[in-house]
C-alpha cells in the first residue's frame, strides 16, 4: 500500500514549510516528493514504534521526522491526520501536523525508483 502524506506547521496560514512524502508501507521506505521548507532527504526508511511512525535516513536509526497517530502496520492507516515533529537545525525540533492526503491500494510501482538498496 502507498500512502501520501502532507507535512506542515501547526497553521500553514503563518508558515508555509511543507513536505509530501510517499510511503511505502510494504517496502518500509519512503521518498520526499516535494518540499519546501522541511529539509528530509530524497528518500529513507521508515519504522512503526507505538504509533508512531518514524522517518529515518537510509540505514539510520535515528529518526528525522516522526509521525504521530500513524500505524502502519495495519491493512489501512489508523488515522487520517496527527502530530508531526521534525529536525531543524543541529539541535531544533519543529512542532506540526500530517495529512493523509491519498491510499493506494494497489501494487504501485514508481516510475523512476529514487530506493537504493
Given at each position: 500500500?502507498?500512502?501520501?502524506i502532507?507535512?506542515?506547521?501547526?497553521?500553514?496560514?503563518?508558515?508555509?514549510?511543507?513536505?509530501?512524502?510517499?510511503?511505502?508501507?510494504e517496502?518500509?521506505?519512503?521518498?520526499?516528493?516535494?518540499h519546501?521548507?522541511?529539509?528530509?532527504?530524497?528518500?529513507?526508511?521508515?519504522?512503526?514504534?507505538?504509533?508512531?511512525?518514524?522517518l529515518?535516513?537510509?540505514?539510520?536509526?535515528?529518526?528525522?521526522?516522526?509521525?504521530?497517530?500513524?500505524?502502519?502496520?495495519?491493512?489501512?492507516?489508523?488515522?487520517?491526520?496527527?502530530?508531526?515533529?521534525?529536525?531543524?537545525?543541529?539541535?531544533?525540533?519543529?512542532?506540526?501536523?500530517?495529512?493523509?492526503?491519498?491510499?493506494?491500494?494497489?501494487?504501485?510501482?514508481?516510475?523512476?525508483?529514487?530506493?537504493?538498496?
Open positions: 500500500m502507498r500512502l501520501t502532507l507535512i506542515n506547521g501547526p497553521d500553514p496560514t503563518v508558515n508555509h514549510d511543507y513536505a509530501v512524502l510517499w510511503i511505502d508501507t517496502e518500509r521506505v519512503w521518498s520526499r516528493e516535494s519546501d521548507g522541511i529539509d528530509l532527504p530524497p528518500w529513507g526508511e521508515l519504522r512503526d514504534e507505538g504509533g508512531v511512525t518514524k529515518c535516513a537510509p540505514t539510520t536509526e535515528q529518526p528525522l521526522c516522526t509521525l504521530r497517530g500513524l500505524h502502519v502496520e495495519s491493512d489501512f492507516p489508523t488515522a487520517a491526520q496527527g502530530g508531526a515533529q521534525w529536525s531543524s537545525g543541529k539541535e531544533n525540533h519543529t512542532d506540526g501536523v500530517w495529512r493523509l492526503q491519498a491510499v493506494e491500494k494497489n501494487g504501485v510501482r514508481p516510475e523512476h525508483s529514487v530506493f537504493r538498496r
